[in-house]
C-alpha cells in the first residue's frame, strides 16, 4: 500500500486531528480537575471549622399560632450572604445553612433547629418574637445517642431521602390549602403535619425516629438555555414552567389565538405564580429509622413513608422516594455490600447534618416559605399526640438579654 495512500487516508486524518485536540485541551482539563480538588479541600476545611449549636423549642400547652408565625421565622433565615470572592475561593467559605429537626426517642417527640453559634441570638430572638410562650435552650446533640456502625453495636436504621413527583416550580399543598391561617375553632382545625407527629408518637420504647430538614437560601444553580456556564434561578425555571403551561394552551381559531384553559390549569398556573412570589430555599427531607435489632419494626416503614402522604396532590406537587437503604431485588445488591454503604452514608449524613457540599451533598429541593411552614412548625391543640413534650405553662416573656 502506498504510503501517501495511508497516511492522507480521512479515517487517519480525522485520528491525527483527535490527537492534537487532546494535547491541546489535555492541559486545560488538569487545570480544571486540580482546581475541583483545591476547592474541594478549602471548603472541607472550611466547614470543619464551623461551631454548631442545637436548639430545643419546647412547646406550650395553650400554644394558637398558625403555621404563618413559622413563614415570618423562616423568612429571616433567608441568609445569601457568601463573603466575598476572596473569602469564598481562598478560604472556602460556603452559604450558611439551618437544619429543622424533628425527633422522636420511644415516642417522646422533641423540636429542634441547628445553627451555626453566630446565628444562636438570632434564632433564639426571632422565635420568641413569634412564639413568645415558648421555651428554647441549647440542648445536647441527641444523634451522638446511637451507636451505629460502632464496634458491637446492634442497632438498625432505615433512611429516606424525599424527591418531588413534579419540578421544584409547583408547589407542595401547604397549611392555608387546609385553611389552617384562618381562625376557626380548634376542634374544625386540619393540621397536615398531624400525620407525622402521630408516627413519631406512636413507635415504641426503645425505637427512634428522626425528621430533619437542612435549609439554605437558594443559590442559582439551573444552566441557562443559550449559556454554558451562567446560570438561573429556580424563579426563572418556574416562570419558564408557566410559560410553557400558557402556551400549550394557545389553540388557532378563525379570530387568531384563543386561551382555552379549564379551571383546573387556571388554578395549577396561580399555584406555581404564588409560589414564585415567596423566598425559596434550597433544603432536603431526611427521615431516619433506628432500633435496636430486637425492637426494630420492619412495618415502621411503610408508615413513616404513609405519613407525607397528605402533602402531595396529582395537579401540583407531592414527594416520592428519592434515596432509600433498600433495594427491590436480591441481584442489585451482592452480599449487602451497597446497603451497608449507604446506610453509613445516610447516618452519618444526617448527624452531620451536611446536604449541600461534598461529601455528603444529595438531590437539592426547593421550597418556599410556606411550604417549609407546613412541613415544620409548632403544632397548636389541634395536635393532640399524648407524647408530643409540652411545657405546663405559658411564659409571661422571653428573655431581657436578647439583642433586638
Known sequence: MDPAVFFNHPVFQLWIFAWKTLLWWYPLLAIYALWKVYFVYIQTKWLKNLAWCLLEIKIPKEISKS????????????????GPLSDRYIKGRTRSWFSLEMASFGGDIH???????KFRNL????????YPGVEVSEAEDYVYRVPFNMPGSDWEIW?????????DA???KTYIDYGLDKDPKEEFKIDPLTSVLELLGSIGPKEQLWVQIPIMAARDRYPKPGHWFKKQSWKDVGKAEIKKLTESEKKD?????????TPGER?????????LSKYGFDAGYRMLYLAPKDYYVGTNVPRLISSIKQ??????NGFKPGVTTSFDYPWEDFMNIRLNKLKKRMFRGYCQRNYFYFPERSKILIFNTEELATLYHFPGLVASTPTLDRIASKRGEPPANLPI
Open 67 to 82: 403555621p404563618k408565625a413559622m413563614e415570618v421565622i423562616l423568612t429571616q433565615l433567608h441568609q445569601t450572604s457568601e
Open 111 to 117: 423540636f429542634y433547629i441547628r445553627t451555626e453559634a
Open 123 to 130: 434564632v433564639e430572638s426571632i422565635v420568641y418574637s413569634q
Open 159 to 167: 433512611g429516606i431521602e424525599f424527591a418531588l413527583t413534579k419540578p
Open 170 to 172: 409547583y408547589p407542595i
Open 253 to 261: 381559531d378563525l379570530f387568531g389565538k384563543i386561551w382555552r384553559l
Open 267 to 275: 388554578a395549577v398556573i396561580e399555584a406555581v405564580e404564588k409560589s
Open 311 to 316: 402533602y402531595g396532590s396529582e395537579d401540583l
